[in-house]
Each structure stands twice: as C-alpha cells, then as structure tokens.
C-alpha cells in the first residue's frame, strides 16, 4: 500500500506547496519534480488488476479512474485556483466507487488524508476531515465485507498517514507566518532607513548650506575692503563643501557624529560668523554612549542653523549638562520667536530624542527655547563656562 510522503519538501520554503486559506492550496511554483515523484505511488492501484488477471473492460474502467485522479492530484499543484476540498472530496469518490471493483482503490482514500491536512488552515480542521476520510472508507468496507487488511488500509492507515502530513502542514503555517512577519519587519526596516536618510540630509545639508551662504555673504561684503580675510573666507566654504560631501556619504550609509564636543565648537563657529554673541556652557568631557551623542549631535546641528536662518537674534546660549541619569541639552536665543507648526528638521529631531525615550519641549515666548532630555547613564562631569 502507498505511503504519501507529503511532509518531505523539496523547496527552498520548506513546504510542498504554500499555504491559502480554508477552501484552496497555494502552490509553490519550486516543488519542483516532487509531484511526480508522489504520484508513482499510484502504481499501488494496478496491483490488483494485474494479480486478478482483470479483463480488458476492468482495465479500460481502472484507466479511466486513474486519469480522473491525475486531473485532481496535479490541479492541487499547476490549477491558479484550484479548489482544493473539492479536489480532495473527489478522491474520496473514486476510491468508493471502485473500490467494490479493485481492492487498490484504498490507494485514493490515502492520497486523500495525506493533501488534506495541507487544505485547510488548523489542526482541528485536519482531524475532522481525516476523521470523516476514515469514517466512509470503514462505511464502504464493513458493507462490502471487506477483510481485515483491506479494511485496514482504507481506514486507519490514511488516518496514520494523514495525522503525520498534519505536523508537517501546521510547520508550514508557522513557517508562512513568519515569512509574512519577516517580510513586514523587512519593509518597515526600509520606510525607517528611507526617513532616517531624509532626515539626516535634511539636517546635514540645512546647516552645511547655511554655513556656506553666511561665509560666502561675509566674503562678498570683505572682498573689497578686506581681500586677506574674504580670501580665508572662500577658502573656509571650499574646505566646508568638501566636508558637507563626506556628510552625505555618512548619512546614507549611516550618520556618525564626530562627536558632541566637535558639534558645538562648530555651532559657537556658525553663529559667531553670522554675527550672534554666543555663550557655551558645557561639560568638558562628555561621555556618552554613541547614538545618544549622535542625536544630541544633530540636535546642536539642526537647532543652531535654525537660529541662523529664522531668529533673527542677537544672543544664543547653548547648555549641556547631566547628572542622574539623564543629559540636558539647551539651545535659548532671542529673536523673534515662532508658533508656526514643526518643520521637517525639527519633526526629525524630535522622532530621534523620543526613540530613545526622551523628551523635546520647544518654548517660543521670548525668542526660541529648545530642551532636550536624554536617558543615559550617570556619569560625573565638570562643566565650565565660557561666554562671548
């Protein structure tokens, strides 16, 4: 008697053929040759009629019972919407009419069990359907008196072989679960790079450009009265440009800050060349795990060249300091202050500080007030003061 093995892959997915809910299977277009290879077990069929000596009539019938099954067997596999219970009833209808004819025809009720437990989408479906399989072929055996052997293969091994396909079918819904769930978190793996990229040049580019333009403005107000120090100007936007190149390299393959201390020492820079008085008070060593001094980085970046372009200010003050627990960074200045709606480089600023579980809280009465506080360990700083 056959044995199905429909739990023994031969794709890359694990599986004969892929899952689809309750009324219909999905095929695999990678099962390969494998059907074909089940499908010599129909040979188990012919057993009878061979060893019975059938007449040509019995053998003309046989063929066309065989042929009917191959048309559902290979449906399941190559049909676009194969309806797959029906496909799997009708095997069960040839093997209760050609059972009474040719005792082989056991081999239908086990192809049957063994596709069923891949038709459906649970457990409890598989085992009442094999139960139900089970239940007609000892129906049709005890009526046609059928001895114990026969009996046998036509109701408990199917149900044997059935309950076996059943493991392997709630695998392949696992499987398929977490394929699905890979492919999402792949996806949205891909809209965060694409956002994070988007913020990172907006921020590197805003304040790179603005830089470029407030020097390139002094360069052109010197160039007559000053030639030395409009020439060290354009000099400074040349070696800016290059650096604002390497930035964007970083920011698509993923930003590094060079560090905090670098940050501010180049926002104190910014703003002195665009005119504002600036007063710094920040540790003298920070030490900061990695993405936090990033964000805080980009913070300093972003907010600083807001200042430039928006406050219209005469004063900023930048402050950082930490203790328990946590970093605080403060960007004050006082221009004109603004109650529009988040830009995009301050929307991006804030998704960064609240991935990391803080807070960004934007005060505009008297000029612009920026706070960010960031989670991060206790460690011990000296701070100093310095003011222009």
Same mark, same amino acid.
């Given at each position: 008697?056959?044995?199905?093995?429909?739990?023994?892959?031969?794709?890359?997915?694990?599986?004969?053929?892929?899952?689809?809910?309750?009324?219909?299977?999905?095929?695999?277009?990678?099962?390969?040759?494998?059907?074909?290879?089940?499908?010599?077990?129909? =040979?188990?069929?012919?057993?009878?009629?061979?060893?019975? #000596?059938?007449?040509?009539? *019995?053998?003309?019938?046989?063929?066309?019972?065989?042929?009917?099954? *191959?048309?559902?067997?290979?449906?399941?596999?190559?049909?676009?919407?194969?309806?797959?219970?029906?496909?799997?009833?009708?095997?069960?209808?040839?093997?209760?009419?050609?059972?009474?004819?040719?005792?082989?025809?056991?081999?239908?009720?086990?192809? !049957?069990?063994?596709?069923?437990?891949?038709?459906?989408?649970?457990?409890? !479906?598989?085992?009442?359907?094999?139960?139900?399989?089970?239940?007609?072929?000892?129906?049709?055996?005890?009526?046609?008196?059928?001895?114990?052997?026969?009996?046998?293969?036509?109701?408990?091994?199917?149900?044997?072989?059935?309950? =076996? +396909?059943?493991?392997?079918?709630?695998?392949?819904?696992?499987?398929?679960?977490?394929?699905?769930?890979?492919?999402?978190? $792949?996806?949205? !793996?891909?809209?965060?790079?694409?956002?994070?990229?988007?913020?990172?040049?907006?921020?590197?580019?805003?304040?790179?450009?603005?830089?470029?333009? *407030?020097?390139?403005?002094?360069?052109?107000?010197?160039?007559?009265?000053?030639?030395?120090?409009?020439?060290?100007?354009?000099?400074?936007?040349?070696?800016?440009?290059?650096?604002?190149?390497?930035?964007?390299?970083?920011?698509?393959?993923?930003?590094?800050?060079?560090?905090?201390?670098?940050?501010?020492?180049?926002?104190?820079?910014?703003?002195?060349?665009?005119?504002?008085?600036?007063?710094?008070?920040?540790?003298?060593?920070?030490?900061?795990?990695?993405?936090? $001094?990033?964000?805080?980085?980009?913070?300093?970046? $972003?907010?600083?060249? +807001?200042?430039?372009?928006?406050?219209? !200010? #005469?004063?900023?003050?930048?402050?950082?300091?930490?203790?328990?627990?946590?970093?605080?960074?403060?960007?004050q200045d006082d221009g004109v202050g603004s109650f529009s709606e988040e830009g995009n480089g301050l929307r991006g600023m804030r998704e960064r500080v609240e991935m990391l579980g803080g807070t960004l809280v934007r005060e505009s009465q008297a000029g612009t007030k920026l706070t960010i506080t960031l989670p991060t360990k206790d460690i011990p700083v000296?701070?100093?003061?310095?003011?222009?």
């Amino acid at each position: 008697m056959p044995l199905v093995p429909l739990g023994v892959t031969s794709n890359r997915t694990g599986s004969p053929w892929k899952m689809k809910p309750w009324n219909t299977v999905l095929k695999d277009k990678d099962h390969g040759w494998s059907p074909l290879l089940w499908v010599v077990y129909l =040979g188990f069929f012919f057993i009878d009629p061979v060893t019975r #000596h059938a007449s040509v009539g *019995l053998w003309l019938l046989d063929g066309l019972g065989a042929f009917v099954f *191959l048309l559902l067997y290979f449906g399941l596999f190559f049909l676009e919407c194969p309806r797959a219970l029906a496909h799997v009833a009708g095997m069960v209808v040839l093997a209760l009419l050609f059972q009474p004819i040719n005792n082989g025809a056991c081999t239908f009720f086990i192809f !049957a069990a063994a596709m069923l437990p891949f038709c459906v989408q649970t457990q409890k !479906a598989a085992i009442i359907g094999l139960a139900a399989i089970g239940g007609v072929g000892a129906a049709e055996g005890l009526l046609l008196h059928l001895d114990n052997w026969a009996l046998f293969f036509s109701t408990l091994f199917p149900m044997f072989i059935g309950a =076996g +396909n059943t493991f392997f079918a709630e695998r392949n819904r696992i499987n398929q679960k977490l394929r699905k769930a890979n492919e999402e978190i $792949e996806q949205l !793996a891909k809209v965060a790079e694409r956002e994070r990229i988007a913020r990172d040049l907006h921020d590197v580019l805003g304040h790179t450009l603005s830089v470029i333009t *407030l020097k390139s403005e002094l360069a052109g107000k010197l160039i007559d009265r000053d030639p030395q120090r409009a020439g060290k100007e354009i000099r400074e936007v040349e070696q800016i440009s290059r650096q604002a190149l390497s930035d964007v390299r970083d920011a698509i393959r993923g930003y590094r800050a060079k560090g905090l201390a670098a940050e501010l020492a180049q926002a104190r820079s910014t703003l002195e060349t665009a005119g504002l008085a600036v007063q710094c008070d920040a540790a003298s060593t920070v030490k900061l795990p990695a993405l936090q $001094e990033s964000v805080l980085s980009l913070a300093v970046r $972003e907010g600083v060249t +807001n200042v430039v372009r928006h406050a219209k !200010a #005469h004063t900023c003050r930048l402050r950082l300091e930490q203790h328990n627990g946590t970093c605080r960074l403060e960007i004050q200045d006082d221009g004109v202050g603004s109650f529009s709606e988040e830009g995009n480089g301050l929307r991006g600023m804030r998704e960064r500080v609240e991935m990391l579980g803080g807070t960004l809280v934007r005060e505009s009465q008297a000029g612009t007030k920026l706070t960010i506080t960031l989670p991060t360990k206790d460690i011990p700083v000296e701070t100093e003061s310095s003011g222009n």
